[in-house]
């Protein structure tokens, strides 16, 4: 997990960070004074700083612009009571990562948090081209097919530039790791790399998030926040899966591109903002635009550079290669020697048409060394949607595709709400589907916590406590 420095004077709030972000699989580190932190910072840099403004001696704001200077990338938070705000507030426009104010409620730090080591994690990831199985990275773009060579090719003409750029491609194809390799090469790389997933912020929260607001906006808006644009100032923002961006957010994002600035929500003053704009979608915006539902004006602007990312069908000349490092990947990530591959199971791999395309393949994979337990993967272990399309002999083998299952799932909460009469049915809800999903990883995985947790991206304490918290009962209790 992460490496965290707390920068704080208070004792308790040290002791009480340390608590419970170590309890997240963390590791932490701490300073009570701003020099103290910044010694830290060049001695051992971490992957987070949370930084307090008022401190003796050096106050937090002086201690982020030399840690800034150490390391452009360093995500840090900045904590602040409500007399230190603006000060905070210009951090932030200066490259601290965001800021939040004392005392804050720990769902929403940790929240934060969660952010701004993923934010730290996309700017100081390189993304390897073209790399071979036995010596790539986590992050690579693996394949020497032609589709791909011209993929590899695109990079690097548009890279330098400040083109947007849209990056194209179904689901599961690489476009994360397209936008990352388009950041690491670019002039902007020692500036911020912020990613906005259009899809994964609530309509209601995505444009204050994006462009921020002006204390009085609306109600709860106590304070100016920055947006996730003005916070990027000078360097890029990712928005991904922008084919699903609502229609009057779009208008936003067209000025932006056209004239440099943004308007906070509540603001009457255009604030001047320079960043670079790569954008992604599994959309078809051609329709889109057709049907009314994208704009045509802002298709435009974005499809200045168009990068289209294959499928994995359309280049099967690369599956040898990708299985190879998807195996030798996992088989690091897992400890286990590499157990190698039967003509059995490469043909099974084969014949598949890869509809999830790179990330279906690489589950499959990472699934079948879970099984193998060390020996060679055989066609047996496997598992391939096919199969379970295929498969009409049980229920609970059969794919349920999004759509359908969104809609058993709102009528089992609509039964439940109208069933219910428990004052905390929302919380009830919430804990049942997270035992159910407790239970059923480490149920797939024979009980291996590790591999449970993994599965679930969460880090090994957070699921034990989850087990003990729901009385999870497995058969066997591994790692």
Not at 23 to 47: F, K, N, R, Y
Not at 66 to 77: E, G, R, W
Not at 264 to 291: C, F, Q, W
Request: proline share 5%.
């Amino acid at each position: 997990m992460a490496k965290i420095l707390i920068v704080d004077d208070d004792p308790q709030l040290r002791k009480s960070f340390t608590k419970i972000l170590a309890g997240e699989g963390h590791t932490l580190q701490t300073a009570s004074t701003a020099e103290a932190g910044i010694w830290s910072v060049e001695q051992d840099t971490p992957d987070l700083v949370i930084m307090d403004v008022r401190m003796p001696g050096m106050n937090g704001i002086e201690a982020f612009k030399i840690m800034h200077k150490t390391d452009p990338k360093l995500p840090v938070i900045i904590m602040t009571a409500h007399g230190t705000t603006d000060t905070a507030i210009e951090a932030t426009k200066s490259g601290a990562f965001d800021y939040v104010l004392k005392p804050f409620e720990i769902p929403d730090i940790l929240n934060l948090i969660e952010k701004a080591l993923q934010a730290g994690s996309f700017m100081h990831s390189n993304v390897q081209l073209n790399a071979s199985p036995e010596n790539a990275s986590k992050d690579a773009l693996v394949g020497k097919s032609q589709p791909m060579q011209e993929v590899y090719k695109s990079i690097g003409r548009v890279a330098p530039t400040d083109a947007t750029v849209l990056i194209r491609g179904e689901s599961g194809t690489g476009k994360e790791l397209v936008a990352k390799a388009l950041y690491q090469h670019s002039l902007r790389n020692n500036r911020p790399f912020l990613v906005i997933n259009c899809v994964a912020i609530p309509e209601t929260l995505l444009e204050s998030e994006l462009f921020g607001y002006e204390k009085g906006a609306f109600t709860g808006a106590v304070n100016r926040r920055i947006g996730k644009i003005e916070q990027a100032n000078k360097g890029t923002i990712f928005l991904d899966e922008i084919g699903d961006m609502p229609f009057n957010i779009q208008a936003k994002i067209l000025r932006l591109l056209q004239e440099k600035s943004i308007e906070r929500l509540g603001g009457r003053k255009p604030v001047p903002v320079d960043v670079r704009i790569l954008a992604a979608t599994n959309r078809n915006l051609e329709e889109a635009v057709s049907k009314g539902n994208f704009r045509k004006d802002l298709y435009y602007r974005l499809n200045v550079v168009s990068l289209h990312l294959p499928p994995l069908r359309d280049r099967k000349e690369d599956l040898p290669i990708l299985t190879e490092y998807f195996m030798e990947r996992f088989s690091r990530e897992m400890n286990i020697p590499y157990p190698g591959i039967i003509d059995e199971a490469r043909n099974a791999l084969s014949e598949y048409s890869w509809p999830g395309n790179v990330r279906e393949l690489a589950n499959t994979i990472q699934k079948a060394l879970i099984f193998s337990r060390g020996c060679p993967l055989e066609k047996k272990s496997i598992i391939l949607r096919a199969t379970h399309e295929k498969n009409n002999e049980a229920a609970d083998t059969q794919t349920i595709d999004d759509d359908h299952f969104e809609k058993i799932f709102k009528q089992w909460v609509r039964k439940k709400i109208t069933l219910s009469s428990a004052d905390n049915l929302f919380d009830s809800i919430i804990d049942g589907l997270a035992s159910t999903i407790t239970r059923e990883a480490l149920n797939f995985t024979s009980g291996n916590r590790s591999q449970a947790a993994k599965l679930l991206g969460l880090s090994r304490p957070t699921l034990i406590s989850k087990i003990e918290k729901y009385k999870v009962k497995i058969k066997t209790f591994a790692a």
